[in-house]
């Protein structure tokens, strides 16, 4: 239901109506961008931002918390089988 | 880009995808509750990667799939209007009312305009003082803070020529109905992280206490979905129930509360039709009697509208996980990309049109 | 009116008179005084060659050995001027790898025009300032023309459609059809931003940042590839409107024979690819004005990536997967985490999602 992609915040300033408005850059290619639901956001943050509103700061230690999760999920057999099956099978949702 | 590429690696998801396959012992139904979530599932085929052993259901977080028929053919009411500038996202211009779409209606000279922000709307009434202009307002609680903001932005400008068509749905209420449900197949979720960056994730605590099972708020890219399909699996096979937060880089517990206090000044509770499934209590968001000077559906008089949907979708029962596309009489016939009768087959990761395609790479390897 | 073609420097020196008038009047379409003085102020000086120069119905051409290619397209783009190119250089371009990707070497073009009332000289001569530039870049004359004009209100400013012709050599054989399991596919560079900087500049959807169209003429790439491989170069497709998912596809089915190809080589540049994710969008079915798709012959593979690497346009070429006998007239793609996915056509065009 919602696309939310992360960007670096490059500029934050109030708008005319004193909403904190400013910019956000994905890849290098920056759109306008509003901050009023992560008003403690500070320009060089990464932001996941949803139809140009920043809806979550994203946390740097957290990040990598996935990478974490897979040293904590041990010894695994079977690391070989990672080519997708020959024939994909149709008994399944997708 | 940064916290995206890092969590797109295959060595990572091999391990990943060796450890669901240790671990899953027993067969398992899990749902991706997001439209979001089934985009990358199918976009990097983890759903033909994971075992037998767990049934991938996709879940009906997708506002393309629930807005409900009334409402869309109400939308192209209001879209052929001459003084009216609609604007929506780029997913709603193709999904099907009882007789046609937002591009047909463009196409016979209504003036309909794809936005990529409601503020984006603001800016065309802002723009246009001499023309209505009206924002297809759908989507989840992900979607809602934007919405609201649009709204209250439109209020503080003075501007009386902006309205909202609002389609709000809420992703609790619906989980709780397919609990219910007594032929329910779903044994653990995989929640919305969008969602949850928006809400937080106390309100599905009382969900996995009450039906005792596992959710797990989880993140869009690849590894977030192995991650969070392996801790749901881990739990089942373990017995456990409760909420497991694995998007942590972007979800608290709280949520963002600036956005959770502006929706709640704008919009309110309310019962909401989800298509194809029927109306679920307390599952919508209308505006407040204070802010309905911006309800299109009062603003523009288009007669009483009664859509019906046809006889031979079985999208609800799809949208639930009960019956599987291919069982449906039209799939493939009366119902194709190019000519759907129901949701699912309109957006490329709805159910039906994936398993068109499966299926058609199927024909050809027999 | 000198006979400059094939120097880059082509027209340069011929300072476009200026117009009496500032905006396209209903007779400038009229064959009448207004029409000759549209042709011969702006229209014969700026393509300046000597088989316009006759002003002639049409032209006459010598041609040389080969058999004849002839491709025609028409440009409605809008805005007519976007990052990276306009219109005018468009028109050229694309006209000129079509014939490219028929294995043609460019002989000449036709230009049609049709212009709204009311529409500024001004923007009219520097459009055809950049199509005379483009033209003159790939050495090719624009022999003929036509000018419509028609009532305000009617068009959309500009339209224009190009013609060509070209010859193609002796041991070229180019088609669809010809593509076999164990062919490589081969293409010439970073995929999508044509289409993203149309995009980027259309109201509601505004974009800031670096993204330029890939416009560009494709037939020196693809000459130096077909001296060098003659018959082994199997299939040319410049990958416009539905990208590179949509050519592949009609390659698929037109030959029946599967094509695999590996997301991890998919080339995109960081700009193109942050603006395609906030938008939603799939860079394989965003269009390219300047990006070639060459299926050769396996044991070929390498020296012609190599050959394209060292070319100004296809620097950043990559071997981007593979003909197959698995699964005929369907297009997978292999995941950067080895999952695989059916590539289908789009039912409409692709349009930005939030979902």
């Not at chain 2, 709603?92 to 007789?99: E, I, Q």
Request: contains cysteine; glycine residues 10%.
């Amino acid at each position: 239901m919602c696309l939310g992609v992360p960007g670096q915040v490059i500029e934050v300033v109030p708008n005319a109506l004193g909403i904190p408005t400013g910019k956000v850059s994905f890849g290098g290619v920056v759109k306008e961008v509003c901050f009023a639901y992560t008003p403690e956001v500070a320009v060089g943050d990464y932001v996941v931002v949803h139809v140009g509103f920043s809806i979550s700061t994203i946390d740097e230690e957290e990040a990598k918390q996935v990478f974490a999760y897979l040293e904590e999920i041990g010894d695994l057999e079977g690391l070989d089988q990672v080519e997708p099956p020959a024939s994909p099978r149709s008994d399944r949702e997708g | 880009m940064r916290f995206v590429d890092e969590y797109r690696g295959g060595e990572e998801a091999a391990r990943l995808l060796a450890a669901i396959r240790r671990d899953a012992v027993h067969p398992w139904s899990l749902m991706e509750v997001c439209g979001g979530q089934t985009h990358t599932l199918i976009r990097s085929g983890i759903d033909r990667l994971l075992p037998e052993t767990i049934s991938l259901i996709h879940g009906p977080g997708c506002p393309v799939c629930v807005t409900p028929l009334e409402l869309i053919d109400r939308a192209l009411a209001i879209a052929r209007l001459p003084e009216v500038i609609f604007t929506s996202f780029g997913d709603m211009l193709r999904v099907p009312g009882s007789t046609t779409d937002l591009l047909a209606v463009k196409a016979d000279g209504g003036d309909v305009r794809m936005v990529y922000s409601p503020l984006d709307a603001v800016k065309l009434a802002q723009k246009h003082p001499e023309r209505q202009v009206v924002f297809f307002a759908v989507g989840f609680e992900t979607t809602a803070p934007a919405n609201a903001m649009a709204v209250w932005q439109a209020r503080q400008l003075g501007l009386d020529n902006f309205s909202i068509l609002c389609s709000h749905v809420l992703v609790p209420p619906a989980m709780e109905a397919i609990l219910a449900s007594p032929d329910n197949r779903v044994q653990g979720f995989l929640a919305a992280g969008h969602v949850c960056a928006v809400m937080g994730y106390r309100e599905y605590e009382p969900i996995a206490e009450r039906h005792r099972i596992p959710i797990t708020v989880t993140g869009f890219e690849p590894l977030d979905l192995l991650e969070g399909i392996h801790r749901t699996v881990c739990a089942l096979e373990q017995g456990r129930h409760g909420v497991e937060n694995q998007y942590v880089r972007a979800v608290t517990r709280d949520g963002s509360l600036p956005a959770q206090a502006r929706v709640a000044e704008v919009f309110e509770v309310c019962d909401r039709k989800w298509r194809g499934i029927g109306t679920i209590p307390a599952s919508g968001l209308a505006l407040r009697p204070e802010w309905r000077a911006f309800d299109a559906e009062r603003r523009f008089e288009v007669g009483a509208l009664t859509a019906e949907e046809s006889p031979l979708c079985i999208a609800g029962d799809v949208l639930r996980g009960r019956r599987k596309p291919h069982e449906c009489t039209a799939f493939g016939r009366q119902c194709t990309p190019e000519r759907p009768l129901g949701a699912p087959m309109v957006s490329n990761e709805g159910a039906c049109a994936a398993y068109y395609r499966y299926g058609r790479l199927e024909e050809t390897r027999r | 009116m000198s006979d400059e073609r094939g120097d880059p420097a082509f027209g340069a020196a011929c300072p476009l008179p200026l117009a009496d008038y500032p905006a396209v009047q209903l007779a400038h379409g009229g064959g009448g005084r207004l029409t000759q003085r549209l042709i011969a102020e702006l229209l014969a000086p700026a393509f300046d060659n000597p088989l316009l120069a006759t002003l002639h119905d049409g032209a006459v051409l010598d041609l040389p050995a080969g058999r004849l290619a002839f491709t025609t397209d028409s440009y409605v783009v809008r805005p007519l001027v976007f990052p990276g190119g306009d219109i005018g250089s468009l028109a050229v371009h694309g006209t000129v790898n079509d014939l490219a990707m028929c294995g043609a070497r460019p002989l000449a073009l036709s230009c049609g025009l049709i212009l709204e009332e009311g529409f500024p000289m001004a923007t009219l001569r520097a459009l055809i300032g950049s199509m005379r530039d483009a033209a003159a870049r790939v050495g090719v004359p624009v022999a003929t023309g036509d000018t419509k004009v028609v009532d305000r209100g009617k068009g959309d400013g500009l339209y224009v459609n190009t013609a060509g012709i070209g010859v193609v050599p002796q041991g070229v054989e180019i088609a669809p059809t010809r593509a076999r399991p164990g062919d490589v596919v081969l293409l010439s560079g970073p995929i999508a931003a044509h289409g993203v900087a149309i995009l980027s500049v259309r109201e509601g959807l505004e974009l800031d940042g670096p993204i330029v169209s890939d416009s560009a003429p494709l037939h020196d790439l693809v000459a130096r590839l077909l001296e060098r491989f003659g018959d082994r170069v199997h299939v040319l497709r410049d990958p416009t409107r539905g990208g590179v998912a949509s050519a592949l596809h009609e390659i698929a089915g037109a030959a029946g024979v599967g094509i695999r190809i590996e997301e991890t080589r998919i080339p995109i540049e960081e700009s193109v690819r942050g603006a395609c994710e906030i938008l939603g969008l799939d860079p394989l079915y965003v269009a390219n004005e300047g990006r070639a798709l060459a299926l050769v012959a396996r044991e070929t593979a390498e020296e012609a990536l190599d050959l394209w690497r060292g070319h100004e346009l296809g620097r950043g070429a990559v071997a981007l997967g593979e003909v197959v006998a698995d699964h005929p007239g369907a297009v997978t793609l292999r995941s950067s985490i080895g999952g695989l996915r059916v590539v289908d056509l789009l039912s409409g065009e692709q349009l930005p999602r939030i979902c």
